[in-house]
Nanobody, 120 residues
Framework: QLQLVESGGGLVQPGGSLRLSCQASGDNFDQYQMEWYRQAPGKQREWVASISRGLYIKYADDLDGRFTVSRDNLRDTAYLKMSNLKPEDTAVYYC??????????????WGQGTQVTVSS
């Protein structure tokens, strides 16, 4: 079973940058689509970005090009580089790995989350 561990969160000033990492273990990382989600206090978890097995990338519409998702299949790791951070980016960030079987059944695995706080 796939296990995911996020790291790289922390406190950063507005305009700063962070790079989150999501280290996978326990299964073949390259067969999974990787996604990032975030959950701000008092709000529902929202999708941020995804990168497919074939490196097809999508982002949420309101990120204004500030975030970059990537993956390194040799290191079994996905990344989320966040630049020009704003206070409204404050949230717990989660990585998700998923794949859909030939029968159309989706399997999801989640990390424990990493806190990102943007504040002066």
């Amino acid at each position: 079973q796939l296990q995911l561990v996020e790291s790289g969160g922390g406190l950063v000033q507005p305009g700063g940058s962070l790079r989150l990492s999501c280290q996978a273990s326990g299964d073949n990382f390259d067969q999974y689509q990787m996604e990032w989600y975030r959950q701000a206090p008092g709000k529902q978890r929202e999708w941020v970005a995804s990168i497919s097995r074939g490196l097809y990338i999508k982002y949420a519409d309101d990120l204004d090009g500030r975030f970059t998702v990537s993956r390194d299949n040799l290191r079994d790791t996905a990344y989320l580089k966040m630049s020009n951070l704003k206070p409204e980016d404050t949230a717990v960030y989660y990585c998700n790995a998923n794949y859909i079987t030939g029968l159309g059944v989706r399997s999801d695995y989640w990390g424990q989350g990493t806190q990102v706080t943007v504040s002066s």
